[in-house]
């Protein structure tokens, strides 16, 4: 069997892992494409649905919250300068052995456990915390084990673009008014000579 293989049966076993601790009942299969996306927004909308959120029913104390698949996590995006400036720190109990791993690496080393970490660290600490971990299956490729179950693709929202800065704002309108203004001004500057023209024909 080659390595390609032997990897996509680990995953397949892990992703397959923990389905039977999970009553599936009553629950959607909300899919993810995490192409494209920036990983704060796509986790938001995740922890969101992962909730129950979305649902009129929402409880905070109960878990009804859908089951969440994620595909193509390898091409997530992120905004600034974050694929090398964020890092992720852990210690392992032993004397200064505090870890850290830059975002870039942790990419290329399992890009879903980037997705899983943004979206555990929007949830609340308390006991359902696991059972939504449960409920998110993330995969770096666009394959996955459950194409026998009723999957629904999550459509995400319209991004809003905040305001413009004062200052930007400022100069677009200046720049708009002027724009305006020569426009005027050209309209004004035909009319004036078709009025000369009429004039002209008039004396002659």
């Known amino acids: 069997m080659s390595a390609?293989?032997?990897?996509f049966n680990?995953?397949?076993?892990?992703?397959?892992?923990?389905?039977?601790?999970?009553n599936l009942d009553g629950l959607r299969w909300r899919v993810f494409d995490a192409k494209g996306q920036v990983l704060g927004r796509l986790a938001s909308q995740i922890s969101t649905v992962v909730q129950g959120k979305d649902k009129p029913t929402y409880t905070p104390y109960k878990e009804e919250g859908d089951m969440c698949i994620i595909i193509?996590?390898?091409?997530?995006c992120v905004t600034g300068r974050k694929m090398t400036d964020k890092f992720y720190r852990?210690?392992?109990?032993?004397?200064?052995?505090?870890?850290?791993?830059?975002?870039?690496?942790?990419?290329?080393?399992?890009?879903?456990?980037?997705?899983?970490?943004?979206?555990?660290?929007?949830?609340?600490?308390?006991?359902?915390?696991?059972?939504?971990?449960?409920?998110?299956?993330?995969?770096?490729?666009?394959?996955?084990?459950?194409?026998?179950?009723a999957l629904e693709p999550y459509v995400m929202?319209?991004?809003?673009?905040?305001?413009m800065r004062p200052?930007?704002?400022?100069?677009?309108?200046?720049?708009?008014k002027k724009a305006e203004q020569q426009e005027l001004g050209t309209t004004n500057t035909?009319?004036?000579?078709?009025?000369?023209e009429v004039e002209?024909?008039?004396t002659a």
């Not at 390609?4 to 990897?7: C, F, L, Y």
């Not at 359902?128 to 459950?146: M, T, V, Y």
């Not at 929202?157 to 305001?163: G, L």
């Not at 035909?190 to 000369?196: E, T």
């Open 4 to 7: 390609a293989a032997q990897t």
């Open 10 to 22: 680990g995953n397949l076993k892990k992703a397959l892992a923990g389905i039977r601790r999970i």
């Open 72 to 76: 193509n996590a390898k091409d997530v």
């Open 90 to 149: 852990w210690h392992t109990g032993y004397i200064g052995h505090l870890k850290e791993r830059s975002l870039k690496d942790q990419m290329a080393k399992d890009p879903t456990e980037v997705i899983r970490k943004a979206v555990l660290r929007m949830l609340p600490r308390n006991k359902l915390r696991d059972d939504r971990d449960r409920k998110l299956r993330i995969f770096a490729d666009s394959e996955h084990p459950f194409g026998d179950k």
């Open 157 to 163: 929202p319209e991004r809003q673009v905040r305001e």
């Open 167 to 176: 200052r930007a704002r400022r100069a677009m309108l200046r720049a708009q």
């Open 190 to 196: 035909r009319k004036g000579k078709k009025r000369d």
């Open 200 to 202: 002209a024909e008039i």
